[in-house]
Nanobody, 125 residues
Framework: QVQLVESGGGLVQPGGSLRLSCAAS????????MGWYRQAPGKQRELVAV?????????ADSVKGRFVISRDNADAKNTVDLQMNSLKPEDTAVYYC?????????????????WGQGTQVTVSS
């Protein structure tokens, strides 16, 4: 099992910044992709940004140039952060961390997705 703990959400004025953090812990796993998704009221969950195992990053068009995803897998830290700048009211949503891992379960190596509990980001004046 892999546990994800998110932090950093809150209320911010338009044009402001927030930084979200997600830490993965557990045993017998290695991380592939790490990413952030969001879900606004009445809308489907959507990809915000992802950091792949080969070091590349991808962003939703709506956040390009404003958000930066970064990860740290050194010394088993296994964290992924999302720096959000120039926030807009339309960025308001619950943000979820997701990791894709290779996990040893008994004699099997499984590929699994794990989700964080979500953190609310509200952009409002």
């Amino acid at each position: 099992q892999v546990q994800l703990v998110e932090s950093g959400g809150g209320l911010v004025q338009p044009g402001g910044s927030l930084r979200l953090s997600c830490a993965a812990s557990g045993s017998r796993f290695s991380i592939n992709h790490m990413g952030w998704y969001r879900q606004a009221p009445g809308k489907q969950r959507e990809l915000v940004a992802v950091s792949t195992s080969d070091g590349s990053t991808n962003y939703a068009d709506s956040v390009k140039g404003r958000f930066v995803i970064s990860r740290d897998n050194a010394d088993a830290k296994n964290t992924v952060d999302l720096q959000m700048n120039s926030l807009k009211p339309e960025d308001t949503a619950v943000y979820y961390c997701k990791v894709n891992v290779n996990e040893r379960v008994l004699l099997n190596l499984l590929v699994r997705d794990y989700w964080g509990q979500g953190t609310q980001v509200t952009v409002s004046s």
